[in-house]
Nanobody, 110 residues
């Protein structure tokens, strides 16, 4: 399985970004796909997942939305109302298939 993220960048606090995770080799409609992030100096943490429908870390609930586009075999992470604490490298993964992307940097300035 091949996983590739895109959509990261630099944004001011309060802004929005949409990350995309393109998956090749498996159908996202049949798989659990998750977004993780690793903030500077911290361990990687789960942000959102399509497991059980959808689930979110408490820190992003109400601001982030995970969604699947079946025709494009892509999973998106819409991130709104960003804060500097959201600055991190964001990774897309298929945890039950051991498929991981290289990550995309998100930087939020105050």
């Amino acid at each position: 399985v091949h996983v590739e993220e895109s959509g990261g960048g630099v944004v001011q606090a309060g802004g929005s970004l949409r990350l995309a995770c393109v998956v090749r080799g498996l159908f996202v409609s049949l798989e659990v796909v998750s977004w993780y992030r690793q903030r500077p100096g911290k361990q990687r943490e789960l942000v959102a997942s399509t497991s059980g429908g959808t689930m979110y870390a408490d820190s992003v609930k109400g601001r982030f939305t995970i969604s699947k586009d079946f025709p494009k075999n892509t999973v998106y992470l819409q991130m709104n109302d960003l804060t500097p604490e959201d600055t991190a490298v964001y990774y897309c993964g298929l945890p039950f298939r051991d498929g991981w992307g290289q990550g995309t940097q998100v930087s939020v300035s105050s």
